[in-house]
């Protein structure tokens, strides 16, 4: 398994891989298949499509350790990235087809729908995030101060998975969002196990 | 189903119909399912007949209707309306029906009737998705006798000259076109005059947001978005800029003197 995850290709097939869901959003766009409202289905497809990336990313860890295998964690950026770009493309898809691009009417629902408000929170951590990926930025941080910056994506994917609530909630349709924040839950929850297990290792060591 | 051009004032609007495809495809049905795509696909179950439709209450002549009685009742009229969903974005649809004060005038309210609820099918072996907990199921609506009564209110049989599609709320549905879409009951069974305001469906459901009056008022947002401007599906480019939402969807003219000096901000 190791051997096929380290080759050349298998990078460059989970970059395709990524960039399928916004070549069908695009070509659905541009071919008039995205149904009777085009501009709500692709603000709500990026939207789904940053929060599938979000938890993606937030596998590899938990995968790498159950599975053993190191190569995984070379995912882990692109998968990051990936997912900051359809937050991107769903912020511009609201901005442009909802707001006709206007700053102000933006500014206006954003301070006045706590729901946009969540979302447009969640893009504005996630900006310095994308910004250090670069393995520059790594050793200019120095790892301890990288790793510490980059904890807010915990930050951001519970502010993404409130905004999807807060946003289905208007109609009451849940079934979803359960699915998302069971996903989250178990993620975020391996993590904390994990810590505990480290400290309660690290005080009983002689 | 064809149906004779209607007279009545602010019946036909000159706008461009939706196309049927549109129409037909597009639905807030959540008996079928929540996606707007789900009802085209699972409503084919849906038995329309036989039908009936109680109508019952606070009247002197309480009686089960039979489908084909109802398509009788009055001269089936051709109605082309705006529809505003609540969630920004509408559609104008030709319609056939004919106004439901025909049916309330033969059913002598007493003067105790001071509302109408509609009551829709509430069947779970042919409708999924009821048992669901998105709603309190059956779906029920209401209206004050006055809006019931108003000539523009629409007992409705047909789409673009055809018998409802099932995903439209076939057999017979609603529609009241100065107000947002779900006010308009699918498929309805039941309709009950009574003397208390009822509580309908979305009101139960979240009382702040969605009010029992709920007419189109671009001026009174919902808490979670913006009522002042809609986008017309099929119609309006991608990116062109969202048209201006009516008060009243347009109807201003036939209707704002039912509401006159209320608080419209109170009585959403």
Partial sequence: ?206 | LPGVRASVAGGVTMEKPTRYEDVTSYNNFYEFGTDKADPAKNAHTLKTRPWTVAVEGEVRKPKVYDLDELLKLSPQEERIYRMRCVEGWSMVIPWVGWSLSELIKRVEPTGNAKYVEFVSLADPKTMPFVGSRVLDWPYVEGLRMDEAMHPLTLLTFGLYGEVLPNQNGAPVRLNVPWKYGFKNAKSIVRIRFVEKEPRTAWNKAAMQEYGFYSNVNPTVDHPRWSQATERRIGEDGLFSKKRPTLMFNGYEAQVGSLYAGMDLKKFY
């Fill in chain 1, 1 to 206: 398994m190791q051997p096929l995850l380290l080759h050349p290709a298998a990078k460059a097939l989970l970059f395709a891989l990524c960039l399928l869901p916004f070549a069908r959003l695009f070509h659905g766009a541009w071919a008039e298949t995205l149904g009777p409202n085009p501009a709500e289905a692709l603000i709500r497809g990026t939207g789904d499509w940053a929060l599938r990336g979000l938890c993606l990313a937030l596998a590899v860890t938990p995968l790498r350790q159950w599975t053993g295998l190191v190569a995984l964690a070379r995912w882990r950026r692109m998968l990051g990235l990936f997912a900051f770009f359809y937050a991107l493309l769903h912020f511009l898809a609201y901005a442009w087809l909802d707001k006709g691009l206007d700053p102000a009417d933006i500014l206006r629902d954003i301070a006045k729908r706590p729901f946009i408000l969540v979302g447009s929170l969640a893009l504005l951590l996630m900006l310095p995030l994308a910004a250090t990926s670069v393995d520059r930025a790594i050793r200019a941080l120095g790892a301890r101060r990288w790793k510490q910056l980059h904890r807010a994506v915990y930050a951001v994917a519970l502010l993404g998975l409130l905004h999807f609530f807060w946003m289905r909630s208007a109609k009451n349709n849940l079934g979803e969002v359960a699915v998302y924040a069971a996903i989250l839950a178990l993620l975020l929850g391996w993590r904390l196990l994990d810590a505990w297990r480290r400290h309660r290792a690290a005080c009983s060591k002689p």
